[in-house]
């Protein structure tokens, strides 16, 4: 078992691409999302509803080392002040194999 | 006559299906189309409703009345968010009034698709063009609602923003043409212009016979769609609601002045009447979210979709249909 | 005539898709419909029932013996959980008998769809307003059930509930009143009731040329589901397997009694005698979770999906008119 | 970063309406979920199958404040009591924009 | 006629939907086919063929010729992948090698399905059974990659197995049996066989009239995958490639070779050597992940589905059809 | 509230079959997960695209005690070892209803 960061991102689905850019942009290779996440945050409510993808978000789960983190959370910090966002940090363990 | 054609189209299972998707949200059923099936039925309108006009345009052929027809639909699709926007500025702030005045310079499909159903149930040619006319008006609007912003809210690029297509013209741009409703429909025009007459009438029974019913279907959905945004539309102020009901019926008359100034073909004028008067509600919100985030979609979007749209497609093309008939014997 | 029925059922290949459905668990295949293409296709069915329900009613009109059928069904609806709760209550707790209750009192609309199908494959005619028979029938039983579980488990209300909508009446009421099924064939009845009949013929590809295929694709499906559900049901003791079949021939026995004591038209009465020995697998477990949280879902909707849903499209729909041509001549 | 807690529920489908009823009587105005989610506890197996939405799961994420999980702790603990389902909270940092 | 042929097919709406997919994915349009679609498209073209199919052969019944079809297809859903994987094994690994074997051994169902329509187009008959052939061809392949592997690469079994199914024969044979798409098409295919011939009719609405449609729908989505997959061939070296193209046309030679000899029926033939010609890219990937989870299907996904199924189905069908037109007289 | 593991798994929709599996010979009777994931790691990117399930992932969440946990863990390991995916643990409360 390895010590890592584990950071979770939920933002409007027509912005994951940008998200993906990111992580792309700062070589990080591994990370896991999803579509059709619904919620409510200061930019209303996201119900997931309708024919474009305005209203939904995406959810975001990448397991990485500290150095990792620490090279994409002021660009990541950007991206969510300008288009809104949360992100959330904290401490797993992962499975060695 | 006025009475009986609005009669007629509320009496019609297409739009009274609308309405009940809109009861399903009054007494709060769970009926809910899933979402892949709404995106299904969009799309096989699309599909069909190009297909059937590219392959009309191949029969048809390009006349001059065609370019007059698609240079008064681009044209207006420039003017109307530009005057749009200094009426919205006066309550709005500058994100909110130029999102709103792309909405209501581009257009929407769905309302598009079910005035042509009214055509047919009324017997009223059009030209295959009209689909291309639809296509053309989808952009401009978003372009200039970006180019307002810009204008009047000039931003410090910064180091960060390699990270971000935000504000770039070229995204917005890019993002306004190749939004899928606009490749789809043109895609399928452009395949209906070349193919030849005996193979698209070989998908006739799918993107014809059961056109009607997958409209009526659709219209449920979008009901529910509605009926959901209207809830959004209570806490807005009377200026929003006031102005998703006055501008369609100002682009609406102007429409109908320059078809009986230009004497355009009944069934062209009533399309390009409603495209005018509708508001998007798919690809202006795509390009907006990304190109202007700091607009609220919780604004823009239910006007379109609860209030104008349904306004278009119950009261509206009835409306400008028996206009246009009074107008231009 | 008998077996000849019987066998004409199992060779229809709207049947056999259910039987391919049960093979496709049977043997693990990974073979599986999409959710959101389940919702469609059942939505699919009920509008195009409840649209040619309204439609066949606009044109027949009310007669004193429509009242009839559906004071019936009313009846039934209210004392099929009454007394299936007795018997249940020997053996089961008081929140799965009242669970089991309302399941076997309420109505599957996929069978009614199903006898439907069988009668025009048989061309016998019915009323445009066993549609409305069947949704009268949806809610009471929910409502008794409700009731029951009142009546003998008596529970005080404590601070918390404000936070709970559980075991209040007017929430089950409302649940049932609203569940999306119910108010989509409601909706379209009533749409085929007020339109205009060239509008309604207008939609008909939709909702009929391509009904049976529909049907025997959504059928797969159930085969599916029910498959599934069957594997819950292995633990299942025969007290549960045995009032799965033998309540639904009961119920079926004395709608037949009184369908030839009132004289009903036969297409009426088999639907009626079906609706009876239907048990609800959609409704009603959406009520019951809400309403009585402690009944065991595993237990009342493999009963009702797994048993006496296959058992009654196979067996029982021929079965049951075999009996109704024995005794209406 | 600011610490907080991350709220974890899985509960039916058909209780999430009541999750977010208690939401919004609290005063929680920032949360995530998403439906399709299956499972399996002490009420069976959530498959996911089915015409209803009787055998699915929804699975919610909040993020708050240590006195706003306060808040919501029992009102939450009495739903689940009656309906099933499970909760889980953790610590997060938040990154804040 | 040659070029004809090919122009015709190209003119095909059916074909250019598949191009309008690929440019969705050149010009990075949002247009995307939600998966819950892309399987319903798929089932209910594999129903309504195998339905087809089965109502045929019910028609015509067995004739030794029919055997001779069969045992042809087998063979060659044999030879194919074990030719196949001494080519690979020179440039790949064992287990990319093995994979991209049982990848063109096996079959594509919707090259298949394609090929239907083209003789349909073409007004050119073909046997029932031949969906049959098809079936029966999906599984060989499967199995003779596997035991490649296994022969090549004896691993040690170890404790933990157990818990894994990977590497056991048996279970790989089963994924192959079960696989989603065999038993759909193969159970429409015994229920078209057994069923009343006016049953299957009463559901031709729902699978003939709408198929062309359903199918031009699908191959928008196809083309929008294969697009997804191409780029991921950009680093796949020549030789995958020449491949992907090579073993296809080599695999019709011989097919067409043996047509002449064996003076098949044109339309068997034709769908016979289409067959041979393709390669799975749903049956093969499912039962690979789980028996070779070593191999890369980054490669052979690509490989079977953006390099041979575009290649078959825009100059592959005409082509083989000028070729069989040439030399059956 | 109880102190509890939670495990999350992300591996290949095809195998998630083996998970459930292994849960259910190793008598973990609690557990939730989801498809429809996407993502990247070592064997490339799943995007979710397709008519099989080859490219998606499934993402499963298992609140257990250390016990149980130490129970799975070498079998986990051994089944992502031979077709991948990851495995995160982390410490969460469990609220106890
Ligand atoms: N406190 C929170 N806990 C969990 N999710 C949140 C929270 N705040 C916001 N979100 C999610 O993040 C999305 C975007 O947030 P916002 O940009 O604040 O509207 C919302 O739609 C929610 O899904
Ligand atoms: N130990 C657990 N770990 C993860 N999820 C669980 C656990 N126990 C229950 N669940 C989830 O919570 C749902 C409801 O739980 P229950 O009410 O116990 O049946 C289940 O269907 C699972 O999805
Ligand atoms: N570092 C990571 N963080 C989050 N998810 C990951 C990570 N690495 C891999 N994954 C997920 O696990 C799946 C399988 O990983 P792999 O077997 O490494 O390709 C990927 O498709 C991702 O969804
Ligand atoms: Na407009
Ligand atoms: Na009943
Ligand atoms: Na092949």
Redesign the pocket.
Known sequence: MQANKKVEI???KLESRQVLLLLKRQNIRGFTFWDG??????????DGHGLSETFM?TYFVIACTEEEFARIKEKLRNLLREV???CMVSDVEWLLH | MHVDVLLNNLLNPTILFFFLGLLVVVIQSDLSIPQPISRFLSYYLLLSIGLKGGAELAHSGLTPAIYQVLGIAVLMSILVPLYSFFILKRRLNIFDSAAVAATYGSISAVTFITAINFLHDNNVEYGGYMVAAMALMEAPAIIIGLLLVNAYERRQPTEEDSDSEAYSLRAVVREAATNGSVVLIMGSFLIGLVSTPASVEALQPFTQDIFKGMLAFFLLDMGILAGRRLNAMRTAGWFVISFAILVPLVNAAIIIALAVLFQLNKGDALLLTVLCASASYIAVPAAMRISVPRANAGLYVPMALAITFPFNIIVGIPLYFYLLNLLMP
Chains 1, 4, 6 share one sequence.
């Open positions: 939920i933002i409007n996440v619904k919620g409510q945050g200061d930019r209303g409510q996201q978000n809104g966002g949360v």
